[in-house]
C-alpha cells in the first residue's frame, strides 16, 4: 500500500540558509500535518492543511512557512535556519472522512544545522 | 499543551505483559491515541479510543475511562521487537491535530 512521502530523507544546513522539505500524503488523502520532533522529544504539531486551505496552526515559527498544493503534497518552508531547528520533521495525512480517523506519517526528514 | 502525562520508562521481561498508563486534560478532549515509535523512525498508530472501555488487537489492547481522563496500553506476550517508545495522544474537539505526550521508553529484556 502506498504510504506518506517525505524528500529529502536527510538534510544539512547550515545556521542561516534556508531550507524545504516535501510530503506527499497518500492518494485520496486531503489533510496534511507537520510536526517537529527534537532529540528525545514527543512531536510537537506545527501546522495542518485540509484542502489547501491551513486548518490550525500549532508551534510553528515565523521564520517557517508551509502550504499546500492543487495535487495535496505540501512544502514546507524554513528560513534563517539556527542550530535549534535540528530535528526529525514528519509529514502525516489522513483522510478528513472521520470513518478514517488514523494520522499516517512518513519516514520523517532529518534536518541538521550546523 | 493537553497536559499528557505518562511515565519515561518501563522494563519487562520477554514473554509477560506491560501497562503503560497516560493521563490527560479532559476539557475540550475528543479521542485518544497510541503510537509506537522505534528510535528515528515513524510513529506507527497502534490504537484509538473515543468511548470508554476497552479496544482489544491482538496483543495490544488499550483502554479509555473519559470521565477519569485517563487510558491505558496493555502489551502482552512481550516480544523483543516490542522495545520502542509509545507515545499516548490526544485529540482534541474542533481539531484534528495530535498533542502527544513525552513517550514511554518499553525495554524487553530475554
Known amino acids: 500500500a502506498a504510504g506518506v512521502i517525505q524528500s529529502p530523507r536527510h538534510l544539512i544546513k547550515e545556521k542561516r540558509e534556508t531550507a524545504t522539505l516535501k510530503c506527499y500524503p497518500i492518494?485520496?488523502?486531503?489533510?496534511v500535518y507537520w510536526y517537529q520532533q527534537g532529540p528525545g522529544q514527543d512531536p510537537q504539531f506545527l501546522i495542518s492543511f485540509y484542502e489547501k486551505m491551513q486548518s490550525d496552526k500549532g508551534s510553528i515559527p515565523d521564520r517557517f512557512s508551509a502550504q499546500q498544493f492543487s495535487d495535496y503534497h505540501s512544502e514546507l518552508n524554513m528560513s534563517s535556519l539556527e542550530l535549534g531547528d535540528s530535528a526529525l520533521y514528519f509529514c502525516?495525512?489522513?483522510?478528513?472522512?472521520?470513518?478514517?480517523?488514523?494520522?499516517?506519517f512518513g519516514p520523517g526528514t532529518r534536518l541538521t544545522v550546523t | 499543551g493537553q497536559n499528557i502525562d505518562q511515565p519515561t520508562e518501563m522494563t519487562a521481561t520477554e514473554g509477560a505483559i506491560v501497562q503503560i498508563n497516560c493521563t490527560y486534560q479532559t476539557s475540550g478532549f475528543n479521542g485518544l491515541f497510541w503510537y509506537q515509535q522505534h528510535a528515528g523512525e515513524a510513529p506507527t498508530f497502534l490504537s484509538y479510543?473515543?468511548?470508554?472501555g476497552l479496544e482489544e488487537k491482538g496483543r495490544f489492547s488499550s483502554f479509555l475511562s473519559r470521565s477519569k481522563g485517563y487510558s491505558y496500553l496493555l502489551l502482552k506476550e512481550l516480544q523483543m521487537k516490542d522495545s520502542a517508545s509509545y507515545l499516548c495522544?490526544?485529540?482534541?474537539?474542533?481539531?484534528?491535530?495530535?498533542?502527544f505526550g513525552a513517550g514511554t521508553t518499553v525495554t524487553v529484556r530475554a
Open positions: 492518494p485520496r488523502h486531503d489533510t
Open positions: 495522544a490526544a485529540e482534541m474537539n474542533g481539531d484534528y491535530k495530535l498533542s
Open positions: 479510543n473515543v468511548l470508554d
Open positions: 502525516a495525512s489522513s483522510p478528513r472522512d472521520r470513518d478514517s480517523y488514523e494520522q499516517y
